[in-house]
């Protein structure tokens, strides 16, 4: 079993910058291929960014593209997502997902690709 808590979230500016974190349980952290969501109020939840098990590939979605970062350390069971230039478009509760790797370069871009859910955190742009 895994488990998952973010933080970092918070009401900032646009134009501001956020870093979030998931903390994850286990010592298996280094077999996960992790990913960020994204759901706001009465939408979807979207794919923000996605993570190799190992940390050497990632993908993002175009909406975030050259604006946020993913990255993870292994050695500490930590995801980061660091966010510069936020936009009020980019408010929404943001979770981290989890799922067991199947392979060095897999990457997963669909909720229903993830076996582990953090309860999320909100992150509020305001104009």
């Known amino acids: 079993q895994v488990q998952l808590v973010e933080s970092g979230g918070g009401l900032v500016q646009a134009g501001e910058s956020l870093r979030l974190t998931c903390a994850a349980s286990?010592?298996?952290?280094?077999?996960?291929?992790m990913g960020w969501f994204r759901q706001a109020p009465g939408k979807e939840r979207d794919f923000v960014a996605a993570?190799?098990?190992?940390?050497?590939?990632?993908y993002y979605a175009d909406s975030v593209k050259g604006r946020f970062t993913i990255s993870r350390d292994n050695a500490k069971n930590t995801l980061y997502l660091q966010m510069n230039s936020l936009k009020p478009e980019d408010t929404a509760n943001y979770y981290c997902?989890?799922?067991?790797?199947?392979?060095?370069?897999?990457?997963?871009?669909?909720?229903?690709?993830?076996?582990?859910w953090g309860q999320g955190t909100q992150v509020t742009v305001s104009s």
């Open positions: 997902a989890a799922r067991w790797s199947v392979g060095p370069w897999s990457l997963f871009l669909r909720p229903s690709d993830y076996e582990y």
């Open positions: 993570i190799t098990s190992s940390g050497g590939n990632t």
């Open positions: 286990g010592r298996t952290f280094s077999s996960l291929s």
